[in-house]
T-cell receptor, first 113, second 115 residues
Framework: AQSVTQPDIHITVSEGASLELRCNYSYGATPYLFWYVQSPGQGLQLLLKYFSGDTLVQGIKGFEAEFKRSQSSFNLRKPSVHWSDAAEYFC???????????FGSGTRLQVQP | DTGVSQNPRHKITKRGQNVTFRCDPISEHNRLYWYRQTLGQGPEFLTYFQNEAQLEKSRLLSDRFSAERPKGSFSTLEIQRTEQGDSAMYLCASNPSGGSTDTQYFGPGTRLTVL
């Protein structure tokens, strides 16, 4: 079945530590790939997106993501986490031939001082 | 503020009542989307419009739900005979239709609580 999986429901990291959030997708062709962040009471904000080309994508707030076709993955990374990064992170795909986004179930990031 | 706006931000209603939400997309964005997000889950697609035409509807959109975008600008989402299972955050997004690579920009959502 076509799906987007975020295996980690909840992750806690210390401020200043590195971060990697996992995302795997299951589609016949490579979809367009996105990472969004949602803070309490805020709308979804786009961090970065991948359509084609360079497989390492830079985004806002110091985030980057790497597309790995062989692993059907699009993991989000940040070298040094700030307390303000605490939020829920969603991986999303736009399946080939469709306009609607399919989201993963999200990963809640907690940042310890 | 030129982002996507949604009203109301919160709605509490009793089971069986009808509710209507409004979404104002970013100016000149001719695609508009509705999603539903329940607690602990990612948003789920409900429907989308290109201008005033409703081009796709999810199976989640039961016959109690109806969405309109009569003039190709703002959109409304109505839920008739609300049920407790309708309690969720309803999100609206928009983007231009220049190509398939356009990012969807999301509004802050309308949180619905059905008592």
């Amino acid at each position: 079945a076509q799906s987007v999986t975020q295996p980690d429901i909840h992750i806690t990291v210390s401020e200043g530590a590195s971060l990697e959030l996992r995302c795997n997708y299951s589609y016949g062709a490579t979809p367009y790939l996105f990472w969004y962040v949602q803070s309490p009471g805020q709308g979804l904000q786009l961090l970065l997106k991948y359509f084609s080309g360079d497989t390492l994508v830079q985004g806002i707030k110091g985030f980057e993501a790497e597309f790995k076709r062989s692993q059907s993955s699009f993991n989000l990374r940040k070298p040094s986490v700030h307390w303000s990064d605490a939020a829920e992170y969603f991986c999303a795909v736009e399946p080939p031939g469709r306009r609607a986004l399919t989201f993963g179930s999200g990963t809640r990031l907690q940042v310890q001082p | 503020d030129t982002g996507v706006s949604q009203n109301p931000r919160h709605k509490i209603t009793k089971r069986g009542q009808n509710v209507t939400f409004r979404c104002d997309p970013i100016s000149e964005h001719n695609r508009l989307y509705w999603y539903r997000q329940t607690l602990g889950q990612g948003p789920e697609f409900l429907t989308y419009f290109q201008n005033e035409a409703q081009l796709e509807k999810s199976r989640l959109l039961s016959d109690r739900f109806s969405a309109e975008r009569p003039k190709g600008s703002f959109s409304t989402l109505e839920i008739q005979r609300t049920e407790q299972g309708d309690s969720a955050m309803y999100l609206c997004a928009s983007n231009p239709s220049g190509g398939s690579t356009d990012t969807q920009y999301f509004g802050p959502g309308t949180r619905l609580t059905v008592l």
